[in-house]
């Protein structure tokens, strides 16, 4: 009886932590296609449709912008190879429900070893048939 029971809550408790595995690795991946300036790799973690955004904030005030992926991944493929630039990842918060997951990453942003900004990142993703994908991406930057 014991070991039935042990052999149930296995099975009920490692799919759903698994789950939780599955969002969080696609991020990271996205952050070492993103390191390697690796613009065929980005778009394979990320659905076509995907929505970029930025919280800026700015002498005017806070707003939202916008930017097509494209612009993104250009701006990705331009970076001059001199220049090194790392996004330190502190932590993750997984939330998952379903199809539907959110990763929560707060980051510190430096260039050439240099800390430039600190923020959030905040990646809505969509399991589409087994395949997480970023439909998503909002961040935040500011000056530490």
Known sequence: MK???????????????AQDLDPKKVIEDFF???HAKDTITLKDWCHPEIIMQTIANSKEGNKIDTNEFSAF??????????????ERVLNYNVQI???????????????????SHI???SFTLYNDNGKWQI??????????
Do not use: C
Request: cysteine-free; aromatic content about 16%; overall charge positive.
């Open 32 to 34: 070492i296609a993103f």
């Open 73 to 86: 991944l250009k701006s990705i493929a331009s970076i001059p190879v001199n220049m090194k630039f790392e």
């Open 97 to 115: 429900d379903g199809n539907l997951a959110h990763v929560w990453t707060p980051y510190e942003f430096y260039i050439n070893d240099q800390l």
């Open 119 to 121: 923020g959030a990142n």
């Open 3 to 17: 070991n039935l029971l042990i052999t149930i809550l296995f099975f009920i408790y490692f799919p759903l932590n």
């Open 135 to 144: 439909i998503h991406l909002i961040d935040t930057r500011r000056k530490k």
